[in-house]
Protein backbone atom coordinates (compact mmCIF):
# COMPACT_ATOMS: atom_id res chain seq x y z
CA UNK A 1 0.00 0.00 0.00
CA UNK A 2 3.19 2.22 0.91
CA UNK A 3 4.50 1.88 -2.61
CA UNK A 4 1.10 3.05 -4.17
CA UNK A 5 0.66 5.85 -2.73
CA UNK A 6 4.06 7.28 -3.30
CA UNK A 7 3.92 6.41 -6.41
CA UNK A 8 0.45 8.21 -6.77
CA UNK A 9 1.84 11.53 -5.26
CA UNK A 10 4.88 11.44 -7.54
CA UNK A 11 2.53 11.21 -10.79
CA UNK A 12 0.32 13.98 -8.86
CA UNK A 13 3.17 16.77 -8.07
CA UNK A 14 5.07 15.81 -11.85
CA UNK A 15 1.44 16.63 -13.43
CA UNK A 16 1.30 20.41 -10.80
CA UNK A 17 5.31 20.97 -12.42
CA UNK A 18 4.07 20.60 -15.78
CA UNK A 19 1.07 22.73 -14.97
CA UNK A 20 3.35 25.31 -13.50
CA UNK A 21 5.69 25.32 -16.11
CA UNK A 22 3.20 25.81 -18.78
CA UNK A 23 1.40 28.63 -16.86
CA UNK A 24 4.76 30.22 -16.62
CA UNK A 25 5.20 29.93 -20.74
CA UNK A 26 1.90 31.60 -21.14
CA UNK A 27 2.60 33.83 -18.99
CA UNK A 28 5.94 35.53 -20.31
CA UNK A 29 4.26 35.20 -23.68
CA UNK A 30 1.89 37.49 -22.31
CA UNK A 31 3.88 39.90 -20.92
CA UNK A 32 5.62 39.84 -24.07
CA UNK A 33 2.68 40.64 -26.17
CA UNK A 34 1.39 43.41 -23.88
CA UNK A 35 4.66 45.25 -24.08
CA UNK A 36 4.33 45.36 -27.48
CA UNK A 37 1.80 46.65 -27.81
CA UNK A 38 2.12 49.21 -25.10
CA UNK A 39 5.07 49.92 -26.76
CA UNK A 40 2.72 50.73 -30.30
CA UNK A 41 0.29 52.26 -28.33
CA UNK A 42 2.65 54.77 -26.62
CA UNK A 43 4.53 55.76 -30.23
CA UNK A 44 1.24 56.08 -32.63
CA UNK A 45 2.64 59.14 -34.53
CA UNK A 46 5.92 56.79 -35.72
CA UNK A 47 7.07 56.73 -39.28
CA UNK A 48 8.77 53.82 -39.85
CA UNK A 49 11.96 54.45 -41.66
CA UNK A 50 13.73 51.34 -43.97
CA UNK A 51 16.75 51.31 -46.37
CA UNK A 52 14.88 49.71 -49.67
CA UNK A 53 15.96 49.79 -53.26
CA UNK A 54 18.10 52.60 -52.53
CA UNK A 55 15.90 55.21 -50.97
CA UNK A 56 14.89 55.81 -46.99
CA UNK A 57 11.52 54.21 -47.38
CA UNK A 58 8.51 55.84 -45.33
CA UNK A 59 5.59 53.89 -43.83
CA UNK A 60 2.84 54.77 -41.22
CA UNK A 61 -0.98 54.16 -40.71
CA UNK A 62 -3.80 54.40 -38.39
CA UNK A 63 -7.45 53.45 -39.37
CA UNK A 64 -7.77 56.18 -41.34
CA UNK A 65 -5.07 57.00 -43.28
CA UNK A 66 -2.05 55.59 -44.85
CA UNK A 67 1.30 58.04 -45.31
CA UNK A 68 4.36 56.50 -47.74
CA UNK A 69 7.60 58.38 -48.92
CA UNK A 70 10.70 57.76 -49.29
CA UNK A 71 13.99 59.92 -48.47
CA UNK A 72 17.02 60.55 -50.72
CA UNK A 73 19.95 60.20 -50.99
CA UNK A 74 19.71 56.46 -48.75
CA UNK A 75 22.85 57.87 -46.97
CA UNK A 76 21.47 61.43 -46.28
CA UNK A 77 25.07 64.13 -45.85
CA UNK A 78 25.05 67.53 -44.33
CA UNK A 79 25.47 70.12 -46.86
CA UNK A 80 24.15 67.63 -49.49
CA UNK A 81 20.42 68.33 -50.70
CA UNK A 82 17.47 65.80 -49.18
CA UNK A 83 14.52 64.90 -51.36
CA UNK A 84 11.36 64.16 -49.46
CA UNK A 85 8.64 62.27 -51.73
CA UNK A 86 5.22 61.68 -49.87
CA UNK A 87 1.71 60.41 -50.52
CA UNK A 88 -1.11 60.09 -48.06
CA UNK A 89 -3.97 58.05 -49.04
CA UNK A 90 -7.91 57.74 -47.16
CA UNK A 91 -9.12 54.18 -46.48
CA UNK A 92 -12.56 55.81 -46.61
CA UNK A 93 -14.05 58.87 -47.42
CA UNK A 94 -12.76 61.84 -50.08
CA UNK A 95 -9.26 61.78 -51.11
CA UNK A 96 -7.05 63.99 -49.13
CA UNK A 97 -5.69 66.94 -51.01
CA UNK A 98 -4.91 69.62 -48.63
CA UNK A 99 -1.21 71.07 -47.63
CA UNK A 100 1.22 68.69 -45.82
CA UNK A 101 3.80 70.89 -43.59
CA UNK A 102 7.23 69.48 -43.47
CA UNK A 103 9.84 70.13 -40.96
CA UNK A 104 13.58 68.71 -40.61
CA UNK A 105 15.69 69.45 -37.10
CA UNK A 106 18.03 67.50 -35.49
CA UNK A 107 16.75 65.56 -32.48
CA UNK A 108 15.98 67.80 -29.54
CA UNK A 109 16.53 70.46 -31.00
CA UNK A 110 13.43 73.36 -31.12
CA UNK A 111 14.04 75.10 -34.59
CA UNK A 112 14.44 73.51 -38.36
CA UNK A 113 13.89 74.11 -41.54
CA UNK A 114 9.86 74.16 -42.11
CA UNK A 115 8.22 74.04 -45.56
CA UNK A 116 4.58 73.66 -46.25
CA UNK A 117 3.82 72.19 -49.53
CA UNK A 118 1.02 71.27 -51.51
CA UNK A 119 0.14 68.54 -53.89
CA UNK A 120 2.05 67.93 -56.94
CA UNK A 121 -0.33 66.01 -59.35
CA UNK A 122 0.19 62.57 -57.25
CA UNK A 123 2.90 63.09 -54.35
CA UNK A 124 4.23 66.12 -52.27
CA UNK A 125 7.57 67.18 -52.63
CA UNK A 126 10.05 69.35 -50.55
CA UNK A 127 13.59 69.69 -50.48
CA UNK A 128 16.09 70.31 -47.26
CA UNK A 129 19.80 70.49 -46.83
CA UNK A 130 20.72 69.13 -43.76
CA UNK A 131 23.83 71.74 -42.30
CA UNK A 132 25.82 68.93 -40.09
CA UNK A 133 26.15 65.58 -39.24
CA UNK A 134 23.83 64.48 -36.23
CA UNK A 135 20.85 62.19 -35.73
CA UNK A 136 17.72 64.28 -37.83
CA UNK A 137 14.09 64.30 -37.50
CA UNK A 138 11.83 64.98 -39.94
CA UNK A 139 7.82 65.91 -38.69
CA UNK A 140 5.31 65.95 -41.17
CA UNK A 141 1.97 67.74 -40.11
CA UNK A 142 -1.15 67.80 -41.53
CA UNK A 143 -5.15 67.66 -41.07
CA UNK A 144 -7.75 65.37 -41.80
CA UNK A 145 -10.66 64.58 -39.51
CA UNK A 146 -7.87 65.89 -36.57
CA UNK A 147 -4.52 67.78 -37.12
CA UNK A 148 -1.77 64.47 -37.40
CA UNK A 149 1.97 65.13 -36.75
CA UNK A 150 4.28 62.65 -37.19
CA UNK A 151 8.21 61.84 -36.54
CA UNK A 152 10.38 60.07 -38.72
CA UNK A 153 14.27 59.74 -37.45
CA UNK A 154 17.19 58.82 -39.51
CA UNK A 155 20.91 59.50 -39.36
CA UNK A 156 22.51 62.78 -41.71
CA UNK A 157 26.26 61.54 -42.26
CA UNK A 158 29.45 64.26 -43.02
CA UNK A 159 29.70 65.96 -45.67
CA UNK A 160 31.85 63.95 -48.52
CA UNK A 161 34.74 65.61 -50.24
CA UNK A 162 34.01 66.48 -53.72
CA UNK A 163 36.51 64.17 -55.70
CA UNK A 164 38.25 67.12 -57.47
CA UNK A 165 39.45 67.86 -53.97
CA UNK A 166 40.75 64.67 -53.40
CA UNK A 167 42.15 63.93 -56.82
CA UNK A 168 44.16 67.57 -56.03
CA UNK A 169 45.32 66.06 -52.47
CA UNK A 170 46.33 63.20 -54.15
CA UNK A 171 48.21 64.75 -56.85
CA UNK A 172 49.72 67.14 -54.48
CA UNK A 173 51.05 64.65 -52.48
CA UNK A 174 53.17 62.88 -54.94
CA UNK A 175 54.72 65.76 -56.68
CA UNK A 176 55.83 66.55 -52.81
CA UNK A 177 57.14 62.99 -52.55
CA UNK A 178 58.93 63.10 -55.45
CA UNK A 179 60.72 66.32 -53.96
CA UNK A 180 61.75 65.12 -51.16
CA UNK A 181 62.97 61.27 -52.74
CA UNK A 182 65.11 63.42 -54.94
CA UNK A 183 66.24 65.29 -51.59
CA UNK A 184 66.81 62.50 -50.38
CA UNK A 185 68.87 60.94 -53.48
CA UNK A 186 70.86 64.05 -53.18
CA UNK A 187 72.13 64.28 -49.89
CA UNK A 188 73.05 60.05 -50.28
CA UNK A 189 75.19 60.83 -52.88
CA UNK A 190 79.32 60.74 -52.33
CA UNK A 191 80.81 64.22 -52.97
CA UNK A 192 83.71 63.65 -55.17
CA UNK A 193 87.30 64.80 -53.81
CA UNK A 194 88.98 67.81 -54.87
CA UNK A 195 91.14 67.72 -57.80
CA UNK A 196 95.25 67.86 -56.84
CA UNK A 197 96.67 71.16 -57.25
CA UNK A 198 100.03 70.52 -59.95
CA UNK A 199 103.20 71.43 -57.72
CA UNK A 200 105.00 74.69 -58.99
CA UNK A 201 109.01 73.26 -59.46
CA UNK A 202 111.24 75.32 -56.95
CA UNK A 203 114.20 74.73 -59.10
CA UNK A 204 115.66 77.44 -60.67
CA UNK A 205 115.54 77.64 -64.32
CA UNK A 206 118.53 76.87 -66.70
CA UNK A 207 119.98 80.65 -68.60
CA UNK A 208 119.51 80.32 -71.87
CA UNK A 209 122.00 80.12 -73.79
CA UNK A 210 123.18 82.82 -75.56
CA UNK A 211 122.70 83.69 -78.97
CA UNK A 212 125.62 84.65 -81.57
Known sequence: MGGVETGHLRRQGGRRQNRLTTS???FSKACLLAATLAAA???PDRIAVDRRGGVLELAWSDTEERLQGALQPMAPRAGEPLKVTLHVGSFQGTPFEGPITLSLRERGSTHGQVQTV???AVNWHAEFVPERAALHQLDVSF???RLKVLHAEFE???HAMP????WGLLGLGGIIAMVMGVRMLQKEKPTEPPAAETEIS???KQDEP???
Open 41 to 43: ADA
Open 163 to 166: SFIL
Open 118 to 120: QKG
Open 24 to 26: GRW
Open 210 to 212: SRL
Open 156 to 158: VGA
Open 202 to 204: SAP
Open 143 to 145: RTT
